[in-house]
């Protein structure tokens, strides 16, 4: 079953005077519900302008982006904001959580946002923050807590409306390794027992090794699904021995 579906996606983004960067050039991408995919490609490759296509943040100059089998780029505004806070939820790397909130009040705007009562808002942000371990400090601000912390924090942010998907743009690349893999621990776990598809564009190789797939891009396209198996090298020696004799 798909959850993520983009047919051949073209952005470009007007430099004035007539100088534009062509960012995609006819991305295709197709993952499935429940799976957690890395975006991996070097700076500049369309990957993050992919990942806001994805996320409804932004609109295709050509070509279509499915969430959950319904048409989503050719939405007004509007709609886009609906799905975007009730479907999506986002990771970030510099966790960009509202400094003057406690850790609870930031989950809890997420909540509202897409439609709760303050109330229910509260009560599920509470249990948000409890599932990613943070329970003793609920009450704590940004500035009190560590840069793992603060990521947990916005872990909650993006699962408190229990969104089918969870985008993230680099989201170990302020931590530490030993932070980075308690960060996506976590992640994978609440991929595994919620079912949550995942997609998170990363740099790390650590990061996209504990996913369930790797798409490469490049000059703003995909170079390689990660789907087609490879031949393994050593099945290649062992058929050209053959070959050979
Ligand atoms: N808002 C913008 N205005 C103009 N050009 C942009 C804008 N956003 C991205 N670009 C350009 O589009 C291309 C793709 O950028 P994008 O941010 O998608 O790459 P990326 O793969 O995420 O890179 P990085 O690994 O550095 O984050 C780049 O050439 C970039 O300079
Ligand atoms: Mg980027």
């Known amino acids: 079953m798909t ?12 430099l004035g005077k007539g ?22 490609g070097p700076s500049g490759s369309g990957k993050s302008t992919a990942m806001h296509l994805i996320g409804c943040l932004d609109k295709p100059d050509s070509g279509e982006v ?5 048409r989503v780029d050719n939405q007004y505004n509007g709609t886009l904001t609906r799905i975007r806070s009730r479907e999506i939820g986002f990771i970030f790397q510099g ?16 909540a509202e946002y897409a439609g709760a009562s303050k109330r229910d808002a509260h009560d599920a942000a509470k249990k948000a923050i409890e599932q990613v371990g943070l329970k003793d400090r609920m009450y704590h601000r940004p500035s009190e807590l ?11 942010r993006a699962i408190v409306n229990k969104p089918g998907v969870i985008l993230g743009d680099e989201p170990t690349g302020d931590l530490d390794t030993a932070t980075s893999h308690e960060i996506m621990d976590m992640m994978r776990d609440i991929n595994i027992t919620t079912g949550t598809t995942f997609v998170l564009v990363t740099h790390n190789p650590e990061v996209a090794e504990a996913c369930d797939r790797t798409i490469r891009m490049r000059d703003g396209e995909v170079i390689d699904d990660g789907r087609e198996s490879k031949p393994e090298s050593r099945d290649l020696d062992d058929e050209l021995m053959e070959v050979g004799g």
């Open 95 to 110: 966790f960009n959580l509202i400094p003057t909130m406690t850790a609870v009040e930031n989950v809890a705007l997420a």
């Open 19 to 40: 100088n534009h960067v062509h960012a995609l050039r006819g991305v295709d991408m197709d993952i499935d519900k429940g799976e957690m995919v890395a975006i991996m």
């Open 146 to 156: 560590s840069g793992g912390q603060q990521q947990r924090v916005a872990i909650a």
């Open 66 to 70: 499915y969430i959950d089998g319904n």
């Open 3 to 14: 959850m993520i579906k983009t047919k051949d996606l073209h952005k470009k983004y007007e």
